[in-house]
């Protein structure tokens, strides 16, 4: 079956950075599009970042400028650079796949940003 694995999570300080890993296999990776979204406890799962099928990007409003979403298409993987981490991006970060009549989900990668 399809799969999502996550890695690069991780205890990060302030101002720190980590780079997120999303590998998937049994899907046609170029033609989904792919997202980063982050759920913190409490608060509902928000979309982070999307990267289209053509490569076009789109951020939340509160990682603008900070974060960069980038796929592999040869390697099946997309990547979430995370630069400037504030405290309050702590959240577990779920990997998708989506296009029509399909939508996938990695298991999660905890992110702590604390000093």
């Known amino acids: 079956q399809v799969q999502l694995v996550e890695s690069g999570g991780g205890l990060v300080q302030p101002g720190g950075s980590l780079r997120l890993s999303c590998a998937a296999s049994?899907?046609?990776?170029?033609?989904?599009?792919m997202g980063w979204y982050r759920q913190a406890p409490g608060n509902q799962r928000e979309l982070v970042a999307t990267?289209?099928?053509?490569?076009?990007?789109k951020y939340a409003d509160s990682v603008k400028g900070r974060f960069t979403i980038s796929r592999d298409n040869a390697k099946n993987t997309v990547y979430l650079q995370m630069n400037s981490l504030k405290p309050e991006d702590t959240a577990v970060y779920y990997c998708n796949a989506a296009r029509f009549l399909s939508d996938y989900w990695g298991q999660g990668t905890q992110v702590t940003v604390s000093s």
């Open positions: 049994r899907i046609a990776f170029s033609t989904y599009n």
């Open positions: 990267i289209y099928s053509g490569g076009s990007t």
